[in-house]
């Protein structure tokens, strides 16, 4: 059974930073992709950051760019996502999630993920 966890969350001011953390079981995680996602109040769930099973691929919305990074550490089955000058804008539940399919292509679609975290509460102040 896969399970993904996500830990990090919390309360900011803006301008602030937060590192975001997903550890996952269940899945050889080293060959699969993992997508961050985030869902705010009345709004669709969203892409946020991807990286691929080869950690050096990654892909971003365009919003986050420039603020946001994903990283995954294999040894530790984690993936993070390191969120520095945080804005109101960015306040949602955060989720991590894994591939569908070993040595896939990244993806920014939440079709192509078939496992999910509980999520992660952020919430940054104005």
């Known amino acids: 059974q896969v399970q993904l966890v996500e830990s990090g969350g919390g309360l900011v001011q803006a301008g602030g930073s937060l590192k975001l953390s997903c550890k996952a079981s269940?899945?050889?995680?080293?060959?699969?992709?993992m997508g961050w996602f985030r869902q705010a109040p009345g709004n669709h769930r969203e892409f946020v950051a991807a990286?691929?099973?080869?950690?050096?691929?990654?892909h971003y919305q365009d919003s986050v760019k420039g603020r946001f990074t994903i990283s995954r550490d294999n040894a530790k089955n984690t993936v993070y996502l390191q969120m520095n000058n945080l804005k109101p804008e960015d306040t949602a539940i955060y989720y991590c999630?894994?591939?569908?399919?070993?040595?896939?292509?990244?993806?920014?679609?939440?079709?192509?993920?078939?496992?999910w975290g509980q999520g992660t509460q952020v919430t940054v102040s104005s």
């Open positions: 990286i691929g099973w080869i950690a050096t691929t990654t």
């Open positions: 269940g899945r050889a995680f080293s060959t699969y992709g």
């Open positions: 999630a894994v591939r569908r399919d070993a040595y896939s292509r990244i993806s920014n679609s939440l079709p192509d993920y078939d496992y």
